[in-house]
């Protein structure tokens, strides 16, 4: 009899925990973070490898907003991401989003780079980033760097042959 109370207990405990975690991750999720204080925006790109919804958004480094939606735009043949920003950022129409990371083993986030435009993106939904760069596949890159390093062909010109031809 006290080996199952002791058992009720512990299965009370981890309920109570897995209660707690859900809580947090509904709680920090896309939506609950795209309030009042925040205005959405989309961008279309050719590759969203890594990117998640609820990946962070950030300017200089500095987390700005969050994405809220990931679709797929079949007319274009491109990802489409929403995310919400910062209401007190005033985003230039000229600026560049793209897919990056922290570093080979860090996670993916949305780099914002503003241009120099005099006119912003508008805060009521209907913006939209123009200017993207999607992810690099990290293979592909690896195995591109891999093969130049094979290739043993030099096509420098030689002191013999200088591209002067025989001048006597």
């Given at each position: ?105 860090g996670g993916a986030y949305i780099a914002l780079?503003?241009?120099g435009s005099f006119d912003n993106i508008p ?34 010109p030689t002191p013999a042959d200088d591209g ?5």
């Amino acid at each position: 009899m006290r080996e199952s109370v002791f058992e009720t207990l512990i299965g009370f405990a981890v309920l109570i925990a897995a209660g707690f975690f859900m809580w947090f991750a509904l709680d920090r999720g896309g939506d609950s973070q795209a309030g009042s204080e925040r205005y959405n925006v989309s961008a279309r790109f050719n590759n969203v490898s890594g990117i998640d919804r609820g990946a962070d958004v950030r300017l200089a480094g500095v987390k700005v907003g969050i994405v809220t939606d990931i679709a797929a735009d079949f007319d274009r043949f491109e990802a489409k991401l929403n995310f919400a920003v910062d209401s007190a950022l005033d985003l230039p129409d000229d600026t560049d989003a793209r897919v990056t990371s922290d570093g080979l083993l860090g996670g993916a986030y949305i780099a914002l780079e503003p241009g120099g435009s005099f006119d912003n993106i508008p805060k009521d939904g209907t913006g939209e980033i123009i200017y993207t760069r999607g992810s690099v596949d990290l293979l592909t890159l690896v195995g591109s760097f891999a093969s130049s390093l094979g290739d043993e062909s030099d096509t420098s010109p030689t002191p013999a042959d200088d591209g002067l031809g025989d001048i006597e």
